[in-house]
């Protein structure tokens, strides 16, 4: 009589997502979406089915209040309303990138913005990665050529570092970051438009970058008229690595087919 293993059904069955999928929605107030579920983490993707038709409003968990759910919308969250379904996309918030992405334009949430058709061959990392270790940062010792004679000079920027620009409006700070995008020596540049005007997006991608430069780039454009989420997301999603090292404490996101 042959031996029957059950491992193969048992690891199955762990990883089954025994948590709600549904909730309803039960108040708005604001930008502010309360609801009975699912309940899952801060963090996780749902969509919002707006109860007289009409597309699914994407929306993240943001806390909780006493038995409630709290979400915000991930884009207009017009045609949402008391008793509209909430339905679990993601348990994590999860981010999808790759080398096809090299020469696009993306949105905040990572869809493409110019056309140019989906993208493949990527792979998802979680949006909100946990920081390094500050002890296995390496030390900074290359210099970064930024292109800016008088950066390069007086305020020398090395490989890894971070600098802030700060200063009052119309003062030129995109226009020096511009600059940076354009000339600064690196293999790929990625481009967060965070908060911009509308109309700086595709004179920053014609006149600044153009063919060339864009070939090179990634740009992802998140801009003020987006919601907050998705402003944040977009910053997120442009410092997302492919690469492992940046993705220790991710376990694969379970995830539901609306
Ligand atoms: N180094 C410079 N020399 C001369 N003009 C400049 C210089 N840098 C920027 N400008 C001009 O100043 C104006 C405002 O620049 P820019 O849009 O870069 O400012 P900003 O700091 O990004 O403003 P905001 O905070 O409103 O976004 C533009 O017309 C730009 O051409
Ligand atoms: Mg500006």
Redesign the pocket.
Known sequence: MSQVSLSHYMGRLEKVETSRALGKVIQIVGLLVEGSGPGLPVGAVCQVEPLHGGEPVPVEIVGFRDARVLFMPLGQARGISPGSTIRAVSSQATARVGSSMLGRILDGMGQPLDGGGPLDELVTRPLYAEPLNPLSRPIITQVMDVGVRAINGLFTIGKGQRMGIF?G????????LSMMARHTRADVTVVALVGERGREVKEFVERVLGPEGLARSVVVAATSDQPPLVRLRGAFLATTSPSTSATRGWTSSSSWTP
Request: aromatic share 0%; proline share 0%.
């Open positions: 200063s409006s119309g003062v030129g700070k995109s226009t020096l």
